[in-house]
């Protein structure tokens, strides 16, 4: 079995800055690929950002230059800084674990930006 767990989601300003969390635990072979998505009310989940196979790194358009996602391979945990904070970016924000025979999803967390 394997489990994601969110965490560091909240309520911030518009320009303000939030760091998620999520650790993966259980039968996992790595965490070569996770990546962090996000849904906003009416609308489809959608990539924030995701490593590759390779260690490079993907970033939608709208947060390029505003987020960056990191790991910690021992703690099989990854990390997205978000920074310059829009209310566009109000989403539950999801962490996503591809392995080879499925893809795991943790709870989300969510991420309100408003004054």
């Known amino acids: 079995q394997v489990q994601l767990v969110e965490s560091g989601g909240g309520l911030v300003q518009p320009g303000g800055s939030m760091r998620l969390s999520c650790a993966a635990s259980?039968?996992?072979?790595?965490?070569?690929?996770m990546g962090w998505y996000r849904q906003a009310p009416g609308k489809q989940r959608e990539l924030v950002a995701q490593?590759?196979?390779?260690?490079?790194?993907h970033y939608a358009d709208s947060v390029k230059g505003r987020f960056t996602i990191s790991r910690d391979s021992t703690k099989s945990t990854i990390y997205l800084q978000m920074n310059s904070l829009k209310p566009e970016d109000t989403a539950v924000y999801y962490c996503?674990?591809?392995?080879?025979?499925?893809?795991?999803w943790g709870q989300g967390t969510q991420v309100t930006v408003s004054s």
């Open positions: 490593f590759s196979s390779d260690g490079s790194t």
């Open positions: 996503n674990l591809p392995q080879y025979l499925a893809t795991y």
């Open positions: 259980g039968r996992i072979s790595n965490i070569n690929r």
